[in-house]
């Protein structure tokens, strides 16, 4: 089995590189990670989405002409996953974030989504959910520091800030707003270790 992850902005190898190594023993499959050549810093708005919407698509397309199996959209806006879909017929389109809050919706009967602060995202989560029919199951939606927090910056001192501050929201979402899970809304957090780090500080705390 083949998996193409296609990040929906540029990328350093370096990066690139920490995603294969994150992504990779997660399943078993071959995993190629592949970024857009050009593009904004943050996919974050229906805007973004059309801007890199003919590179994707022409990235997608030779994917499916090359035998691979899936190709996940390396955002959890899931930008052009719905126009993705009806351009390929050999090939699964995978939504991440999509994907993370359907499981959410069926393990619970609440659950909130912690995520970027960026001016779209509230709608943009708003409208996914309501397209996959499980608007009544999102407790709320926090938005908690600003994407460059997370793409950028990759030092220890980070990841323990935005760490904390992770933990907090989840806490604030299931004392006050009734949830029973969190999703993380970016690939960024398990690329980092973030995930774990904010599940171990849960655990220590009762959560």
Avoid: W
């Amino acid at each position: 089995m083949k998996i193409m992850i296609c990040r929906t902005n540029r990328a350093t190898e370096e990066v690139l590189q920490m995603q294969r190594d994150t992504f990779s023993p997660l399943v078993d499959a071959e995993v190629v990670v592949t970024a857009l050549s050009k593009g904004p810093d943050f996919t974050v708005s229906e805007y973004d989405e059309g801007l890199i919407a003919p590179e994707m698509f022409k990235v997608a397309k030779e994917a499916e002409d090359q035998g691979y199996d899936a190709f996940i959209v390396g955002s959890c806006c899931d930008a052009n996953a719905r126009p993705l879909k009806e351009l390929t017929s050999k090939m699964a389109i995978v939504e991440p974030g999509g994907a993370a809050m359907h499981v959410a919706a069926f393990l619970v009967d609440k659950f909130s989504v912690l995520t970027i602060k960026e001016p779209n995202m509230r709608a943009m989560i708003d409208k996914s959910a309501h397209r996959l029919g499980i608007s009544s199951k999102l407790a709320s939606i926090h938005l908690v520091q600003p994407a460059s927090d997370v793409v950028i910056r990759t030092d220890d001192e980070m990841r323990s800030r935005v760490s904390q501050e992770m933990a907090d929201a989840a806490k604030e979402a299931c004392d006050n707003h009734g949830a029973q899970a969190v999703v993380m809304y970016s690939l960024a957090y398990q690329r980092l270790g973030i995930v774990d780090r904010v599940r171990k500080i849960l655990a220590q705390d009762g959560y």
